[in-house]
Nanobody, 124 residues
């Protein structure tokens, strides 16, 4: 059974930085397409950043230039380095992964595996 486990959330002031990590357990066959999604209270979940199995990255416009997604040292681990955080970045952040290729990289419907989420809170 595949499990994704996020870590690194927390509370910081606007302008600060945080680093999220996601580890995959139970899947060692090949590199997965992995990404970060977030959901703020009262809003739909949205794609934030994705790293495809070939290492290419895709970002939501709202985080370009501030967030960086990268691969970790272990297979199917990823990190999300977040800089210049804003109150509007406050959300539950979820790690997601899938085995199959897609052009819909930031669309949550194309991800089969999900973590439980980690809270990120940005205050003024």
């Amino acid at each position: 059974q595949v499990h994704l486990v996020e870590s690194g959330g927390g509370s910081v002031q606007a302008g600060g930085s945080l680093r999220l990590s996601c580890m995959t357990y139970g899947y060692t066959f090949r590199k997965l397409r992995m990404g970060w999604f977030r959901q703020a209270p009262g809003k739909e979940r949205e794609g934030v950043a994705v790293i495809d199995s070939d290492g290419s990255t895709t970002y939501a416009d709202s985080v370009k230039g501030r967030f960086t997604i990268s691969e970790g040292n272990a297979l199917n681990t990823i990190n999300l380095q977040m800089y210049s955080l804003k109150p509007e970045d406050t959300a539950m952040y979820y790690c997601a992964a899938d085995e199959l290729p897609t052009d819909h990289l930031l669309d949550e419907r194309w991800y089969h595996y999900w973590g439980q989420g980690t809270q990120v809170t940005i205050s003024l």
